[in-house]
Nanobody, 123 residues
Framework: QVHLVESGGGLVQPGGSLRLSCAAS????????MSWQRQAPGKGLEWVSDIDDSGATTDYADSVKGRFAISRDNAKNTVYLQMNDLKPEDTGVYYC????????????????WGQGTQVTVSS
């Protein structure tokens, strides 16, 4: 029973910051790439960021590069997304996801997603 539970979303003004957390269980967390993805209202799922199994390597969508930082604590089975300089276009439901792979040199393939946490960036 893989469970991914996101938290930390909320309402923030443009330019503000938010830190999302995803608590994972039901699999060997330290063996898998973890991902953050988001869905804006009326839009499809957009890939945001990946982090490899050890946390040594990260990758970001161009739209968030330099503003967001993904990290993980394998001892706590938790992956984080630090979101800075938030913009209205960052609004959406943010999901963490488990990858099929351990490293970032593979196609982006995922098999589980959490329930999501709402992020609203508005003045």
């Amino acid at each position: 029973q893989v469970h991914l539970v996101e938290s930390g979303g909320g309402l923030v003004q443009p330019g503000g910051s938010l830190r999302l957390s995803c608590a994972a269980s039901g699999f060997t967390f330290s063996s898998y790439v973890m991902s953050w993805q988001r869905q804006a209202p009326g839009k499809g799922l957009e890939w945001v960021s990946d982090i490899d199994d050890s946390g040594a390597t990260t990758d970001y969508a161009d739209s968030v590069k330099g503003r967001f930082a993904i990290s993980r604590d394998n001892a706590k089975n938790t992956v984080y997304l630090q979101m800075n300089d938030l913009k209205p276009e960052d609004t959406g439901v943010y999901y963490c996801a488990k990858s099929l792979h351990s490293g970032l040199g593979y196609d982006r393939e995922y098999d589980y997603w959490g329930q999501g946490t709402q992020v609203t960036v508005s003045s």
